[in-house]
């Protein structure tokens, strides 16, 4: 019962998948299939040479991104970016301020679990922490 309901489905889903994958990897082209026929000949790991590659070309790639976050910053300082303002550019950096707000919002939910600020030692919220979680409500 067991192989019938569980072993034998997931098995069919693995080979799917693993056919599925061997498809794509057959119709790459190019650079890159000649780069994984090569690694692939000599037993090497192509997918850690191609992680390796990608944080080298990030860390070429910063000095690169803050020359151009200063140029940015001229361009809307000297009133160039606001010259052919838009309702259509209106949207566009209102989806950028929400999405900004809400990993914001995110990343105090994930490192420390509350919205609200932290409270001092000698705080007279500080006695609530000993009976609930947040004090701050």
Request: proline share 4%; aromatic share 16%; glycine share 6%.
């Amino acid at each position: 019962v067991l192989n019938k309901c569980l072993v034998q489905p997931v098995c069919k889903v693995g080979n799917v998948i693993e056919n599925t994958a061997i498809k794509r990897n057959n119709l790459k082209t190019g650079e890159f299939a000649e780069d994984m026929a090569r690694h692939n000949a000599a037993g090497t790991d192509f997918a850690a040479l191609q992680t390796r590659k990608m944080f080298e070309y990030q860390r070429m790639l910063f000095f690169y991104r803050v020359e151009r976050a200063f140029i940015e910053g001229r361009s809307f300082c000297s009133g160039a970016y606001c010259k052919d303002y838009t309702y259509k550019n209106f949207v566009v950096d209102l989806r950028f301020a929400t999405r900004a707000l809400a990993m914001y919002i995110i990343g105090c939910f994930i490192g420390r679990w509350s919205v609200y600020p932290l409270i001092n030692p000698d705080s007279p919220y500080a006695i609530g922490l000993e009976y609930k979680r947040n004090p701050n409500f």
